[in-house]
């Protein structure tokens, strides 16, 4: 489905039920893809800060959005993050886990 030059993801078309019409999903797109951006920036800034706690938090964010969007592929990243800054993992295992996930490359 597209909507002004906007997919809309099946998941969103699925999750919202009809309840929108396609200005409103528009509208929603416009918004979301923005926000999602600069929530990954937060959760960036967190992670080379080692602030472990807002970077769980905002990747608990993300899950919610990049479900909606159908961005399936970056859940486990998010999961991976969320869980390890939650249990104050630090950094070192966090990006074994991320490398593990090939999300991240090691470093020679």
């Not at 999750?15 to 416009?30: D, H, P």
Request: neutral net charge; aromatic residues 4%; proline residues 3%.
């Amino acid at each position: 489905m597209t909507l002004s030059g906007t997919t809309v993801p099946l998941s969103l078309k699925n999750a919202l039920g009809g309840r929108l019409n396609q200005q409103q999903l528009a509208i929603f797109m416009r918004k979301a893809i923005p926000e999602l951006k600069r929530d990954y920036a937060q959760l960036c800034l967190h992670l080379e800060n080692q602030q472990w706690v807002e970077a769980s938090k905002v990747a608990h964010q993300l899950k919610a959005i990049v479900k909606l969007l159908g961005m399936d592929e970056l859940l486990p990243y998010l999961q991976t993050v969320e869980t390890a800054a939650a249990e104050g993992i630090d950094s070192q295992h966090l990006a074994d886990a991320l490398i593990q996930l090939g999300v991240l490359k090691r470093l020679a």
